[in-house]
């Protein structure tokens, strides 16, 4: 398992133990300023009070798991109107909606792509950008974010 997928394993059942929804855990690795991101999620938004109560639970287990021997921070937060993708349930659920993406490696050339989430296939997310459809490998994705659209 990776360090990632460790985390998620720890934190996502006490997240969803608080009654919240676990949208996704990111870990950013960079010596003393590492963070460990949790985002969290419930139909009617996540206020300030949420973070805090989460973030003193979450606190308290990774206390005793210690699944980070080294400095970090921990953020507990919404993902917001322009939420990150995560996991390619995330990208099935927001079909139809913009999206901006960065790939790990280059695709034809490009490693930023702005499209249309048509759906997924497979593993695969399917990107409409422009008149071409791309079939992009989950695991190729380094960040997508969600495009927010006001009227």
Known sequence: ???????????????EG????CW??????????????????????ITLDDCTLVSRQLSAVLDVEDPITT?????????????????????????GHNVQLRLKMPFEGKRKYSGIIKGIEGEDVVLVVGEHELLLPIESIDKANIVPQFD
């Open 1 to 15: 398992m990776s360090k990632l997928e460790i985390l998620e394993a720890i934190l996502s059942p006490v997240v």
């Open 18 to 21: 608080l009654n919240y929804e």
């Open 24 to 45: 996704g855990v990111e870990y950013i690795s960079q010596g003393k300023h590492s963070v460990l991101r949790v985002y969290i999620d419930k139909p009617d938004g």
């Open 71 to 95: 400095e970090y921070t921990l953020e507990v937060s919404s993902p917001g109107v322009d939420r990150p993708l995560l996991k390619l349930a995330h990208f099935e659920q927001f079909a």
